[in-house]
């Protein structure tokens, strides 16, 4: 599987960007998908991520109620909703891709050790 991350940008205290992942080959598999950021200095930590179904989701207490994950099969892709985006939320977001077994397609993991494949990362600046 190949993802492909964009949309990040530079936005000022309180505004608004919405994340891309864009995934190509073998998409037929049973995959949760996340997104994870890392600032300059810091390890990478888990923002939020979503069960191959889309029932599940889970997101760092950092950005509940502000951040909204959401996937289009259709498309192949999953997005990152941010909101009320604050200074701290600046970093490089990452996509990644969790390879689930059939009976596994309703967890979640939020350690990026679990995870399969990585997209490259878009830069996200909040600052005034």
């Known amino acids: 599987v190949q993802l492909q991350a964009s949309g990040g940008g530079l936005m000022q205290p309180g505004g608004s960007l919405r994340l891309s992942c864009a995934a190509s080959?073998?998409?037929?598999?049973?995959?949760?998908m996340g997104w994870f950021r890392q600032a300059p200095g810091k390890e990478r930590e888990f923002v939020a991520a979503i069960t191959w179904s889309g029932g599940t989701i889970d997101y760092a207490d950092s950005v509940k109620g502000r951040f909204t994950i959401a996937r289009d099969d259709a498309k192949n892709a999953v997005y990152l909703q941010m909101n009320s985006l604050k200074p701290e939320d600046t970093a490089v977001y990452y996509c990644?891709?969790?390879?689930?077994?059939?009976?596994?397609?309703?967890?979640?993991?939020?350690?990026?050790?679990?995870?399969?494949?990585w997209g490259q990362g878009t830069q996200v600046t909040v600052s005034s």
């Open positions: 990644a891709a969790d390879k689930k077994s059939p009976w596994q397609t309703g967890t979640l993991n939020s350690a990026y050790s679990a995870y399969d494949y």
């Open positions: 080959g073998s998409t037929s598999d049973y995959y949760a």
